[in-house]
């Protein structure tokens, strides 16, 4: 394969000098959301592209919580970072962001969206590194889940051999390159063609292997071209809207229970947590956290996943006790241990008392760090277990006075289906709580 060109770029892009300054309106293009606490049902923006991630809101919340505060927002708070949406809407809002997250590519990813680079810097160091991987060897020789390459555990298998020895060659030579914010670039841009790659599918549920995955030839020069196709459509939305009405940012890595917030001050809290039992975001993003050496060994593996919030019972692990304060949470607690033989998994009732302790413990943290007057935006999403509603907003109102806070707003956005052997209907809802400061 040919080496790119900084020409190659440049002819679509024009001349690749400092782009004018962006403004939000210039980012989202004035689109109409289907829902404003989630991005599913509308059309995809800049940014947003870099890595499919449909449970994100959209950042049109954040400009209504700006716009909206009762206090002029220069910092903005989100523990739960995800796939940077708070950080990067604050940036454009001109809004400075402090944004914690526990999983390291999700991390990478909101560090690549928010650090302003050259695109024609990009462009070269592309080039350069197209031509280093070549150089190195197309073995899969790192450590990996048995399961991952070819052959695998009984003839099953993600990855070709060919294309997992393409995809080491990659992640080797981006690790050589000098400059740690462009290795984090392209890494990004890897992670973004990945999965188009792989023999499985990836949901929230799990993985599930391709129908016709036997039958599926993925090659490792499909899997060059569409990273130098990916790396191209990023470098050009740099070019266009990398110059924001601000520019720097704090990316604190770890568990938002626990991490160091010594020196973060918000005068707005922007977030959304993991719903009760919906995904674990760890077990998501799995195959990225390996292929990509996030992950180094079952060790790395077990710390990420006990680092989270108690949201699943995926793994075995130990649960908090339910937060006090809310007569609703005792009661949903109670009856469901009253239903623990018809429960899916027995341990149902410790998990949602352990995931509001969690959830509690960090709205009690951002709260420590908000300015008098300040508000808490939470967009949460309700569960259910056998008969048993898990009413997440109406319990975190309930709570809310043993912050001092009171709830400014309760609104339902959209009813998200239950699962399948809960027959499947929309009728759990999804809703933002505006919790207030008093002044």
């Given at each position: 394969?040919?080496s ?9 892009l024009?001349?690749l ?5 962006a403004?939000?309106?210039d ?41 909206q505060?009762r ?32 999983n ?18 990009l ?8 031509v ?8 899969a020789?790192r450590?990996?889940?048995?399961t991952?390459?070819e052959?695998?555990v009984?003839g099953?298998?993600?990855?070709a ?58 090659t ?20 266009t809207?990398?110059r ?19 020196g973060v001050?918000a ?6 947590p993991?719903?009760p ?23 790395d593996?077990?710390d990420?996943?006990t ?30 241990r009253?239903?623990r ?16 302790a ?8 951002s709260n420590d ?5 300040g508000q808490?935006?939470?967009v ?21 006075p043993?912050?001092?806070?009171t709830?400014?707003e309760?609104?339902?956005f ?8 809960q ?9 933002l ?6 002044d």
């Open positions: 394969m040919p790119l060109l900084v020409s190659d770029v440049s002819d679509e024009g001349p000098v400092a782009p004018p300054l403004t939000f309106d980012w989202t293009g004035g689109r109409s959301v289907a829902a404003i606490g989630t991005n599913a049902g509308s059309s995809l923006i800049p940014f947003q592209s870099w890595k499919r991630f449909k449970e994100a809101f959209a950042p049109e919340l954040v400009r209504e919580a700006v716009t505060s206090i002029p927002v220069k910092r903005l708070f989100d523990p739960f970072g995800g796939s940077g949406t708070s950080a990067l809407a604050a940036q454009f809002l001109g809004v400075h962001p402090v944004t914690v997250e526990v390291p590519y999700l991390a990478d990813l909101i560090a690549a969206k928010l650090t302003t680079y050259e695109a024609s810097e462009v070269r160091r592309l080039d350069a590194l197209l280093r991987a070549r150089q190195h060897s197309s073995s020789a450590l990996l889940p048995a991952f390459v052959p695998g009984k099953r298998y993600l990855f051999a060919e294309v997992a020895g393409e995809v080491n060659a990659l992640n080797s030579a981006i690790s050589e390159v000098g400059d740690v914010a462009v290795a984090r670039f392209f890494r990004v841009a890897l992670s973004g063609v990945l999965l188009d790659f792989c023999n499985a599918r990836v949901n929230g549920k799990g993985r599930r292997y391709r129908g016709n995955w036997q039958k599926l030839k993925y490792a020069e499909g899997l060059r071209g569409a990273f130098v196709d990916h790396s191209k459509l990023m470098i050009r939305e740099v070019a809207l990398g924001r009405a601000h520019l720097d940012f704090d990316l604190r890595v770890g568990d938002s229970r626990e991490v160091d917030l010594s001050e005068d707005l809290v922007v977030f959304s993991p719903y039992n919906s995904f674990d975001y760890t077990d998501v993003y799995n195959i990225e956290l390996w292929m990509l050496g996030y992950l180094r060994d079952w060790v593996n077990g990420l996943r680092s989270t919030l108690a949201s699943h019972v995926q793994i075995s692990r130990e649960f908090a006790s339910a937060p006090a304060g809310s007569p609703t949470l005792n009661s949903t607690i109670g009856l469901m009253g239903k033989d018809e429960l899916w998994n027995s341990k149902l009732p410790e998990m949602v008392a352990g995931y509001f969690d959830l509690w413990d960090v709205v009690s943290r760090q908000l300015a008098s007057g808490i935006w939470m949460v999403g309700d569960s259910r277990y056998s008969t048993v509603d898990i009413r997440v907003a109406d319990i975190l109102v309930e709570l809310a043993n912050l001092g806070l709830a400014a309760v609104r339902p959209r009813s998200m289906r239950a699962s399948p052997q027959g499947g209907r929309a009728e759990l809802l999804e809703t709580i505006v919790l207030q400061k008093p």
